[in-house]
């Protein structure tokens, strides 16, 4: 079993930064893809990004591709999601989850943090 914690959430101007971290406990960290999801207020849950259990490879959702970066640190059992040139519409909950294999983080990841909120003003 995995647990999840995320942090790193906060209030930010339109074009700035924040990295998000998510603190995985359990001994099979590694063997995990993990993800970041977000919520708007109002809105259903989407995925943002993901990254292999060896952290080869990632994936992204469109609109944030080249702005957000995934990465994860398996010694720590770390997962960061690293923002950038944020925007009023990034302004959700974020979530991060894991996964058994990447093809599943998308529709079917088994563990989810209880999310971090991350406000971005215009």
């Known amino acids: 079993q995995v647990q999840l914690l995320e942090s790193g959430g906060g209030l930010v101007q339109a074009g700035g930064s924040l990295r998000l971290s998510c603190a995985a406990s359990?001994?099979?960290?590694?063997?995990?893809?993990m993800g970041w999801f977000r919520q708007a207020a109002g809105k259903e849950r989407e995925f943002v990004a993901s990254i292999s259990e060896s952290g080869a490879s990632t994936d992204y959702t469109d609109s944030v591709k080249g702005r957000f970066t995934i990465s994860r640190d398996n010694a720590k059992k770390m997962v960061y999601l690293q923002m950038s040139s944020l925007k009023p519409e990034d302004t959700a909950i974020y979530y991060c989850a894991a996964a058994r294999a990447m093809w599943l983080v998308r529709t079917n990841s088994d563990y989810w943090g209880q999310g971090t909120q991350v406000t971005v003003s215009s």
């Open positions: 359990g001994r099979t960290f590694g063997s995990y893809a």
